[in-house]
């Protein structure tokens, strides 16, 4: 099993990318029966990167 946060994932593959060992780091943990990648949702998600609708700028009015 390899588990990261996606900073440690980004630290591990800018390393390997340092020294010219992206295909071997990258060959490394895709031997792991498991990959974790922790923290996903702590990523700023915008509209325009995701599917999701962009809420309407009028305000609704309740009943």
Do not use: H, N, Q
């Not at 020294?19 to 915008?46: F, M, N």
């Amino acid at each position: 099993m390899s588990w990261f946060t996606l900073e440690t994932l980004a630290i591990t593959i800018g390393s390997a990318k340092a020294d010219s060992s992206v295909a071997r780091t990258i060959a490394k943990i895709c031997r792991s029966d498991i990959i974790v990648v922790d923290d996903i949702s702590l990523l700023p998600v915008s509209y325009e990167t995701t599917a999701w609708p962009k809420p309407s700028s009028a305000k609704a009015s309740c009943p």
